[in-house]
């Protein structure tokens, strides 16, 4: 078993802000690790762009041992089966065992598949990216119509995305859309998912699936064999001993430490705190504290809190180049907002990319 000081399991956006800190300045004392799937950190929002091809995949990642190398952080790559909170013990896929005395989680949402009977349903996760892209292609030679579960920010993009890609798309939300986001913006977001023929069933939660069917309850409501899961806590947290909110998410603390687990941090999509929606712009803020409280966690000073924006700037790509846009009560959409949420997605990319 290896053992860290402290591992960052995860290459999300918080912890490419810690990684792109400690390029910069000195990294705090004793084993840094990080945990990631691959050699290169996926920037999920321009998942939508690079699906419908107006990035390509180099565009849509940061390589990752650069950056840790920078930042004298050394490079696991492997996937988490399992997390043991009280040891602090990550187990690995391939077997291994990764132990920690201070543990950060960056491992964004992950995809629940609703209990399958049958084999008839085809079901692809939009996380990892890696294997989306990789089961993505395989769809693209044989296009079928589809359906998506998630009614958050991702399932409307993926939506928008793929509506004139494939025979016809239907989304699926457990509540209503978009919510917690401007009611401009989601009557927006409505009215475009309808223009391009996209099928939107909201407050309809899938239970399970029965050979080519969806059922909501016992209601049969989608027929057909792709699904695409796009929103969700990850399956291993539950088992993880970690307190988890309503919906399966890590619990924390405003300080980001895991409200069961002090020398557990958790950020990110992964992560739930209250007044802070789950998002990559909310990620992104959380990376300074984040720096900080790991910083003063391995040298035994006081932690700081993250004070979360009860409103934060809403960008969501409509697949054409475009973007919806909310602020507040506020709401516009076009081409205008697509360059805006381009370029501010461009640079965050070229900010944690260090060459060598």
Same mark, same amino acid.
């Given at each position: 078993?290896s053992?860290?000081d402290?591992l960052?399991?995860?290459?999300g ?15 705090? &004392?004793?084993?840094?690790?990080v945990l =990631?799937?691959? &050699? ?5 929002g321009m998942?939508p762009?690079l699906?419908s091809?107006r ?10 041992q650069?950056?840790c190398r920078a930042?004298?952080v050394?490079l696991?790559?492997g996937?988490?089966?399992a *997390?043991?909170a009280?040891?602090r013990?990550?187990r ?6 990764l ?5 950060s989680l960056?491992?964004?949402a992950?995809m ?8 008839a349903? !085809? ?7 890696? =294997?989306?892209l /990789?089961?993505w292609?395989?769809w693209? =030679?044989?296009p079928?119509r589809?359906?998506?579960l998630g009614?958050? $920010?991702g399932?409307v993009?993926?939506a928008l995305?793929l ?7 239907a989304?699926?939300?457990g509540?209503?859309? *978009? ?5 401009g @913006?989601?009557?927006? $977001?409505?009215g ?6 996209v099928q939107v069933?909201?407050?309809c939660?899938i239970g399970?699936?029965?050979?080519d069917w *969806?059922?909501?309850?016992? /209601? &049969? ?7 695409l899961?796009?929103?969700? $806590?990850r &399956?291993?947290?539950?088992?993880s ?8 998410f890590?619990a924390i ?5 895991s409200?069961?687990h002090g020398?557990i941090f958790a950020v ?5 705190l209250?007044g ?7 990620a992104v ?6 720096t900080?409280?790991l910083?003063a966690?391995l ?5 700081r809190p993250?004070r ?5 700037l809403?960008?969501? =790509?409509t697949g054409?180049?475009?973007? @919806? ?7 516009a959409g076009?081409q205008?907002?697509?360059r ?5 997605d461009?640079?965050f990319? !070229?900010r944690?990319?260090?060459a060598?």
């Amino acid at each position: 078993m290896s053992r860290y000081d402290l591992l960052l399991a995860g290459a999300g956006h918080a912890h490419l802000g810690v990684l792109r800190r400690w390029a910069l300045v000195e990294r705090p &004392p004793g084993r840094i690790g990080v945990l =990631a799937l691959g &050699p290169d950190a996926w920037y999920a929002g321009m998942l939508p762009g690079l699906i419908s091809g107006r990035f390509s995949e180099a565009d849509c990642r940061v390589e990752l041992q650069p950056l840790c190398r920078a930042a004298k952080v050394e490079l696991i790559e492997g996937e988490i089966a399992a *997390l043991d909170a009280d040891a602090r013990v990550l187990r690995l896929v391939d077997g291994r065992s990764l132990a920690a005395e201070w543990l950060s989680l960056n491992v964004g949402a992950g995809m629940a598949i609703p209990p399958q009977q049958g084999d008839a349903m !085809q079901v692809l996760a939009a996380r990892p990216i890696g =294997a989306l892209l /990789e089961g993505w292609r395989q769809w693209q =030679a044989e296009p079928r119509r589809m359906a998506i579960l998630g009614g958050g $920010a991702g399932g409307v993009e993926l939506a928008l995305a793929l509506a004139d890609k494939v025979p016809g798309v239907a989304l699926f939300c457990g509540g209503p859309l *978009l919510a917690g986001l401007a009611p401009g @913006l989601r009557l927006r $977001a409505l009215g475009l998912l309808r223009q391009r023929g996209v099928q939107v069933r909201e407050h309809c939660p899938i239970g399970r699936i029965e050979d080519d069917w *969806l059922l909501s309850g016992d /209601e &049969p409501v989608w027929r057909g064999r792709r699904l695409l899961l796009a929103s969700g $806590a990850r &399956p291993w947290l539950a088992a993880s001993g970690l307190a988890r909110d309503a919906a399966g998410f890590v619990a924390i603390r405003p300080t980001l430490q895991s409200e069961s687990h002090g020398q557990i941090f958790a950020v990110g999509d992964s992560a739930s705190l209250d007044g802070m929606r789950r998002s990559g712009r909310f990620a992104v803020r959380q990376a300074p504290v984040l720096t900080a409280n790991l910083q003063a966690a391995l040298v035994g000073r006081p932690l700081r809190p993250y004070r979360a924006q009860w409103q934060s700037l809403a960008l969501l =790509a409509t697949g054409d180049g475009g973007a @919806l846009l909310g602020w507040h009560d506020w709401s516009a959409g076009g081409q205008l907002y697509g360059r805006c949420k381009d370029w501010l997605d461009r640079r965050f990319i !070229q900010r944690h990319r260090l060459a060598g």
